[in-house]
């Protein structure tokens, strides 16, 4: 079974803070995207990533960077935290063009 | 632009009332059909992949078949722990893209 992992279940951060929310895949995918799910929106898509160190812009990037230096592993960073991220973050990996598997979830709350 | 439609919003249905959640999608060349489970506080738990029109794939209670313009999620003699949201994706249009587009999903609650 495919295993995604995200770092935290729960983090409370201020705002101007810089935040790092860490996933780690157990199953060699090559692609790795980094989504935020809120009421009403359903998931979005901030940054995906298909290869060690390669990164692509997903529909809601401003705010959020990435960092990708292992395979298995996918960082996003929200470079100076504000109210409106607070929100659900959900990585997921894939192999090639299969489904995506997803990992708990990361609930953020930024006072 | 690709587009992914689900209907209903929410359905709430008595236990062992069977009815059918629907995906209807508009993509160049579909590469691809994917339905998801969705528990509160949970990431999305994949279920099934369709890839060609009349395929079917069975779980359980849960039966997904695809045509040409839309997929089916048959839900045979719910439990309430089949409640849940119920997500589907497809692949974006283009060559090697691996990006997927989802549906907002349908929630599904099941009365005892």
Redesign the interface.
Known sequence: DVK?TQSSRYLVKRTGEKVFLECVQDMDHE?M?WYRQDP?L??R?IY?S?DVKMKEK?DIPEGYSVSREKKERFSLILESASTNQTSMY?C?S?L??????????T?LSIL | EDQVTQSPEALRLQEGESSSLNCSYTVSGL??L?W?RQDP??????LF?LYSAGEEKEKERLKATLTKKESFLHITAPKPEDSATY?C?V?ISGAG????T????TKLSVIP
């Open positions: 995604v692609n995207f009403g359903g998931l898509l995906f298909y997903g959900l997921a894939s090639s063009a299969g489904p995506q598997h997803f990992g708990d979830g609930r | 590469r691809g994917f998801y506080g949970k990431g999305p738990e994949f992949t997500l994706a692949p893209s691996y990006q997927l989802f549906g907002k999903g």
